[in-house]
């Protein structure tokens, strides 16, 4: 009993080291902080194996022809590189792999991501506007954002300083405007002469006279969704307007502890 147990399991350690034979398996690293690197493809040269790294790196071979191989191995980002290995019958074969980085200079590219948005997306009643913009609409003045609203179509104004805006035939409480996601309960003129907004420290304002989404819920005639820029944080900065009936001046500093690149930036 005891030599026909011992029989079976050397039986099935034979078997099991049999079937564990021809195959290679590894991992595939980064040469300078021994990071593994996902998605890199590893094949055997002059076969059709082919196996692709998971996000540890590991990747593994099965059924890989006897005796000595090629293993080729690429990453995108990364030199190819190709290494010998020798397959074995009875026992699988750890081959890791360093890979270094490739570095290449690449042409300029230009994105622009307006033209692609209109390319995927249908802005339904929507105006786009920006510093220049206003200025082009507030000719003859000083740049107001009420004012380049009040010449688009659809718009009537009650006055040039102070009135109230009237879109698309909706009382003004039917307007919502937001300044960064705070609401603007008066958005026109301070004492009846000085813009709310200064066109100085904007950067867009989307204005929705029809098709607005749910997030912008409880008004019923038009939505306007302004926002500021940020300031200048690598250096000081400043600016000096006059004109027949004001004048201003903007001034921009960093403040705080600068990163490792010389900016006011979080590392």
């Known amino acids: 009993m005891s030599k026909h147990f011992f029989l079976s399991l050397s039986l099935i350690f034979s078997l099991a080291a049999f079937g564990q034979g021809r195959v290679l398996r590894g991992f595939v690293y980064e040469a300078g902080d021994g990071a593994g690197i996902p998605y890199a493809s590893v094949s055997v040269e002059g076969t059709d194996l082919v196996a692709i790294t998971n996000l540890e790196g590991y990747y593994q071979l099965m059924n890989v022809p006897l005796g000595k191989v090629i293993l080729t191995v690429q990453s995108l980002g990364f030199k190819p590189q190709q290494v010998e290995a020798v397959s074995y019958k009875n026992k699988p074969t750890t081959v890791n792999v360093f890979l270094e980085l490739k570095l290449q200079e690449l042409s300029e ?19 786009n506007l920006t510093p220049k913009t206003i200025e082009t609409f507030s000719a003859g003045g000083d740049p107001d ?8 179509p659809g718009v009537v104004t009650t006055g040039d300083q102070g009135g109230q805006l009237y879109i698309r035939g909706g009382a003004p409480i039917q307007n919502l405007v937001l300044l960064d996601g705070m609401i603007i309960y008066n958005p026109f003129h301070s004492i009846g002469f000085f813009s709310v907004f200064d066109t100085d420290i904007l950067q867009s304002a989307k204005v929705f006279t029809a098709g607005f989404g749910a997030q912008y819920g409880s008004r019923n005639s038009s939505v306007m969704d302004i926002r500021t820029r940020d300031a200048n944080r690598s250096e000081f900065s400043g600016k000096v307007y006059s004109s027949t009936y004001m004048s201003k001046v903007l001034l921009e500093a960093p403040i705080g502890p600068t990163n490792q690149s010389g900016n006011h930036y979080p590392d």
């Open 109 to 127: 590219v230009v994105i622009n991501a307006d033209r692609a948005e209109k390319k995927i997306k249908v802005s339904t009643a929507v105006t």
């Open 145 to 152: 954002l009420m004012k380049a609203l009040a010449v688009l």
